[in-house]
């Protein structure tokens, strides 16, 4: 078991280190030659205004939050899942009820418009 | 065993017997075997990819009626590598106030991440990195990692496209993630089991024909993760130029490249894993390598279907890649759970015909009551539109009088 795990951490070492030393490699054959006018903002020619770090649309947090609640609702569902060969039908009925609910939060935030984008 | 049969094992075998003969402890002959398992399996999809990337441009042109490429080497099959030379030799280009460390760990996390998923995947049922009891968390875990990548360099690059790009990719990789987690929810179910080994083991009877709604989902959100057509809202090249990866030059351009092709092929593989059976297949239980070959005919088949949406459907708008996501993969995604669980548990376990019939027309159903549900969906929003009602009455020009001049000349 816990060997399993050791091995995940040497493949997720070398997974990540591999593109690494790639571009480390590919730094070391490029050449360097930087200007102001080359490492400037690239905005198809225009100069840029301002800061980059501009206000976003609020929706965008909005769909945040209703992934982060929908995610952890379905982590809680696995162990349902992983059992469900041997539950019986109680158990089976108690889950539908966990989906139904989870699909009643989905119902109230679509009634409430924030699953529209506007 | 004989070598044939089971290449893998026997070379495990061989190195074991080696490794222990020169007198190293067995904790060390593990180790050594872990880390080239891994220098294998994370070596082999990124040169695998120098392939795909020629597949993919040569049949994408072939599905756009074009040629594809065609001038370096026969068919073009070099292309890759002239393109590999030339990106490996151009110089990076780092814009003036990027967050150096997001900008230059964005690249390496895309990459790696989609490298991790190799991990878990059963390429024969004796071929694989290792069977963790939670692999399907595990997919999905360093999927996530992937979509930081993206997000990292909108956020990191300094310009205003790339940080609309990881906007976009916030809102759209994030949001599949739902469905894609409920429909993985239903193979577990079905197998008892998070391990990617034991799912494919499982399928006695693929689950494509026992669970198709789950199937669909799975797909289409597979494909939302992409990135690409018509899911390429955070790089769409006309809204916002390049999206998250405009800064990029050179082989860090490069790695966001590679990350997306070798992330196609992943998803048909993890798809064809899942859902298709796997390596299952006549004989693959006596010759784990017949199961490879299986495997990898069912991820070609599933590979080129995922091309062919690429290249021929248009982008969507983002308000209705987002209504798709939460009004209708969601919601199918909860129903396909609902109805599998129930009818499951009502019909006699194994893969008896009562089950496997059961299983399918309550799915195809469930389906079909979605389609007419869209359908009528749709029909009510264009009703609303429409505001000029009744047929266009067509106005005939009146007779041109006879001018002067012909009457002159009459």
Do not use: C
């Given at each position: 078991m816990l060997h399993e795990w050791f091995y995940l951490v040497i493949f997720l070492s070398i997974a990540f280190l591999l593109p690494a030393a790639a571009i480390l490699i590919a730094g070391l054959l490029s050449p360097r030659k930087t200007g102001k006018i080359k490492t400037s903002t690239y905005e198809c020619g225009i100069e840029t205004v301002g800061s980059s770090k501009i206000q976003f649309k609020a929706q965008y947090y909005l769909f945040g939050l209703i992934f982060l609640i929908f995610d952890v609702e379905t982590v809680l569902l696995?162990?349902?899942?992983?059992?469900?060969?041997k539950i019986l039908l109680f158990g089976v009925i108690e889950a539908v009820l966990f989906v139904l609910i989870l699909a009643a939060g989905l119902a109230y935030a679509w009634r409430k418009g924030a699953l529209d984008w506007h | 065993m004989s070598f044939?049969?089971?290449?893998?094992?026997?070379?495990?075998?061989?190195?074991?017997?080696?490794?222990?003969?020169w007198g190293l402890s067995s904790g060390w002959v593990q180790f050594i075997l872990f880390a080239l398992g891994a220098i294998l399996l994370t070596v082999g999809p990124m040169l695998l990819t120098v392939g795909l990337i020629w597949v993919?441009?040569?049949l994408g042109g072939r599905f756009q009626d074009r040629l594809g490429p065609n001038r370096v080497g026969p068919w073009g099959v070099f292309q890759t590598i002239a393109d590999m030379l030339k990106i490996f030799t151009k110089e990076y280009i780092t814009p003036i106030g990027a967050d150096k460390v997001l900008?230059?760990?964005?690249?390496?996390?895309?990459?790696?991440?989609v490298l991790g998923v190799w991990a878990v995947i059963p390429l024969s049922s004796t071929i694989f990195g290792t069977n963790i009891n939670v692999g399907v968390l595990y997919i999905m875990a360093v999927g996530a990692i992937g979509e930081l990548g993206v997000i990292l360099a909108g956020l990191g690059s300094n310009n205003k496209y790339a940080l609309l790009?990881?906007?976009?990719?916030v809102a759209q990789l994030i949001s599949y993630e739902v469905p894609m987690v409920l429909a993985l929810l239903v193979p577990v179910m079905l197998s008892g089991s998070m391990g990617l080994n034991d799912i494919a083991g499982a399928q006695k009877v693929a689950y494509v024909f026992l669970v198709p709604a789950a199937a669909l989902v799975f797909f289409i959100a597979a494909i939302a993760e992409n990135g690409r057509a018509p899911f390429d809202l955070m790089e769409?090249?006309?809204?916002?130029?390049a999206g998250f990866n405009i800064e990029y030059s050179g082989l860090k351009f490069g790695m966001f490249y590679v990350a997306d092709f070798l992330h196609a092929f992943t998803s048909a593989l993890v798809f064809s894993t899942i859902f298709l059976g796997g390596w299952q297949g006549p004989g693959a239980e006596q010759y784990p390598i017949l199961g490879f070959i299986y495997?990898?005919?069912?991820t070609v088949i599933v590979y080129v279907f995922l091309l062919g949406v690429r290249f021929t459907l248009p982008r969507f708008r983002i308000d209705q890649m987002m209504a798709v996501n939460w009004k209708l993969l969601t919601p199918l995604a909860m129903a396909a759970i609902l109805v599998t669980a129930i009818v499951d548990k009502l019909t006699p376990g194994g893969f008896g015909l009562v089950r496997i019939v059961a299983l399918l027309v309550s799915n195809v159903g469930l389906l079909l009551i979605?389609?007419?549900?869209?359908?009528?969906?749709?029909?009510?929003?264009?009703?609303?539109?429409?505001?000029?009602s009744g047929p266009r009455t067509v106005v005939v020009a009146p007779p041109k009088p006879v001018s002067e001049a012909q009457e002159v000349n009459a």
């Open positions: 696995f162990p349902f899942a992983v059992a469900y060969q | 044939v049969a089971d290449p893998v094992t026997f070379i495990i075998d061989w190195l074991q017997r080696v490794l222990g003969g993919e441009r040569k900008y230059n760990l964005a690249p390496i996390l895309a990459v790696g991440a790009g990881g906007f976009r990719a769409a090249d006309s809204e916002i130029v495997l990898m005919i069912k979605t389609n007419w549900l869209v359908g009528a969906y749709v029909r009510a929003h264009r009703a609303r539109r429409q505001v000029v």
